[in-house]
């Protein structure tokens, strides 16, 4: 039979039947998607956010329990961390679309974040993994210290945790890559009560990267405990052996530290002598001393070195007034010379106003010394770079160094202004086994400004060997070290010999029943001659029990108790005085 030609073949039937299907299932889907704009415009839309997003995965920060916790940093940390649970947006989704699209300004992003996580209850910002938060990608934000940061980014949001209500105590920044502390040089500006501080896990690798936050610009003051596992710095430290010397150089930074690395830091105090009654009156009844029992002599050099000693000085100190090139040949190749500007007036020179009546003494100014080269260790803050860059090594550095020092004028005539102890020793690697070491105390004019100034320099020499520029020169000795210490005037009086007065406070108890009743003057109070009592010290001793003297108002006597108390580190000193001074007694002040 023949088909008609109005009738489909069966599969052309079912086929039109499938399309017709289908172009009702699209109709039907098209009036689901109906909006305000077309279907069109809003796949139009969405497609360039579509690329933008850099991962559809959007997380939802859940905020902590706020539950207070007790135990170690690492412990309410670990307790109080943000959880982050994943939930996949899709994408293209209007949610996302719209927050992508919002132009709030930049430091309220931060607040955001900052905002989210900070637990009020715990006083505790959990600032760990900056990078890998929800806020911050959904913001396309830049983690402070990371590739493309501006530097404001870690200020920013100090700034913010700053105004947080109650303000944070304990701050986490664990797992940021940190490969410096820079970002955390404005922490203590905007935090400064801040007690507890996690850095684990980032990658400070030398003790210089944690300089921006334990200089003394920096240093966090009320810190008392720090996390710096998993850091380079730490673990390379334990690796070596050098544990104790990695938890002296943190306590060194941070005074007020009691816990590193969740171990507790030995305190070491000095103990604040304490007057009884009893001891009061039985001090009281003792006679009081004037002098101490042993007097100031003059310098000490032995008889078979006093005429090189007096050549060698009086030479010495020619060449570096008047041509400081020709000292050259004078210093060893492998010779070293380090100078230290020492800033702080010596109590003894403002008890007796030298600074103020000398004529010249204000226009005196340690700027061209500094920028000589100044190796003064309080200053580099306990950066070993700064101060191996200090230490001046061989001919041509020191040389340079001596070049750029201001101009002097050493007045030899006057030998009351200098003292100069001397002393051989004996068996040392040195050619003929023997090296003599010098130490000089005195006085120089700054020619500029024809201000006074005093010094303190020391010198190791060994004999010449034939043939070397030394000898050539006609110097009998080479200079191995050298050290100069350029400070402001105190007068020669340290080592004038005599009686060695000390200090006394006058008592008004009647004079002994023998005597004749009569009107007396009142004695006044002897200043002490500080260099004088601290003479058997070694020079950077001396130097910091001024300066604590200085800081603190102490008695030279219990300023050397403070110090010794703490390691000779003036910083842990300083410290430890602030949590004793009340309970000191009136006599470790001075009047």
């Not at 030609?5 to 052309?12: C, D, I, L, N």
């Not at 709030?104 to 715990?122: D, G, I, L, T």
């Not at 806020?135 to 530097?151: E, N």
């Not at 340290?494 to 004695?523: C, D, H, R």
Request: hydrophobic content about 40%; some cysteine; aromatic content about 6%.
């Amino acid at each position: 039979m023949n088909s008609s030609p109005s009738t489909p073949a069966p599969r052309s039937a079912r086929h039109a039947f499938r399309n017709a299907v289908r172009g009702v299932l699209d109709q039907d889907e098209k009036m689901k998607d109906v909006a305000p704009s077309s279907s069109h415009t809003a796949r139009r839309s969405a497609a360039p956010y579509s690329k933008r997003v850099a991962n559809p995965d959007a997380m939802q920060v859940e905020r902590p329990s706020g539950a207070r916790t007790n135990g170690s940093l690492s412990s309410r940390i670990g307790s109080s961390r943000l959880s982050v649970t994943g939930r996949v947006a899709r994408v293209g989704d209007p949610r996302v679309i719209a927050a992508s699209s919002s132009r709030m300004p930049a430091h309220e992003m931060w607040r955001e974040f900052v905002k989210s996580r900070y637990n009020p209850q715990a006083r505790f910002l959990d600032l760990s993994r900056i990078s890998e938060d929800a806020i911050v990608k959904k913001h396309r934000l830049i983690a402070p210290g990371q590739p493309g940061s501006t530097g404001k980014e870690a200020p920013t949001i100090f700034k913010l945790a700053g105004q947080l209500k109650p303000e944070p105590l304990t701050i986490s920044l664990a797992n940021n890559g940190l490969t410096s502390s820079m970002p955390l040089a404005t922490l203590q500006h905007y935090l400064p009560g801040i007690r507890n501080l996690s850095l684990e896990n980032n990658e400070l690798k030398t003790w210089k990267d944690i300089d921006a936050f334990s200089s003394r610009k920096g240093r966090l003051l009320k810190l008392r405990e720090l996390i710096l596992i998993g850091n380079p710095l730490r673990e390379v430290e334990y690796q070596h052996g050098r544990g104790e010397r990695y938890t002296s150089e943190i306590a060194r930074r941070f005074p007020s530290l009691e816990i590193l690395d969740g171990n507790t830091i030995a305190k070491i105090t000095f103990d604040a002598p304490s007057t009884s009654k009893a001891e009061a009156a039985a001090a009281a009844a003792l006679p009081e001393a004037r002098s101490f029992p042993v007097g100031v002599n003059p310098g000490v050099v032995p008889p078979e070195v006093q005429s090189l000693v007096g050549e060698f000085l009086t030479r010495f100190f020619n060449y570096f007034d008047t041509s400081r090139a020709s000292l050259a040949p004078i210093y060893a190749p492998e010779a070293t010379f380090s100078f230290s500007a020492n800033t702080t007036i010596p109590q003894r020179a403002r008890v007796m106003g030298l600074h103020a009546t000398l004529p010249n003494q204000r226009k005196l100014d340690f700027a061209k010394w500094l920028q000589a080269g100044s190796r003064n260790l309080s200053r580099v803050g306990g950066r070993l770079e700064a101060a191996m860059e200090a230490l001046h090594m061989g001919t041509a550095q020191i040389g340079e160094v001596l070049a750029a020092m201001p101009a002097t004028r050493h007045d030899l005539g006057k030998p009351s202004d200098f003292v100069v102890d001397a002393c051989t020793v004996m068996g040392a690697p040195a050619p003929g086994g023997v090296l003599l070491m010098i130490s000089v105390h005195g006085q120089f004019t700054e020619v500029e400004v024809e201000g006074v100034r005093s010094f303190d320099r020391s010198f190791v020499l060994a004999p010449s060997t034939e043939g070397s520029p030394a000898q050539q020169a006609g110097w009998p000795v080479v200079i191995l070290s050298d050290q100069l210490v350029v400070r402001h005037f105190s007068s020669p009086d340290a080592w004038t010999p005599g009686p060695l007065k000390v200090q006394f406070e006058p008592t008004n108890a009647p004079p002994p029943p023998t005597q004749i009743p009569q009107q007396l003057p009142v004695a006044q109070p002897v200043a002490v001659p500080v260099d004088a009592i601290l003479a058997s010290l070694p020079e950077h001793q001396r130097v910091l029990v001024m300066e604590v003297s200085a800081r603190t108002g102490l008695v030279t006597q219990y300023a050397g108790q403070c110090l010794e108390g703490n390691g000779w580190d003036l910083g842990r000193a300083l410290a430890n005085f602030e949590q004793v001074k009340a309970q000191l007694p009136r006599e470790a002040f001075a009047r």
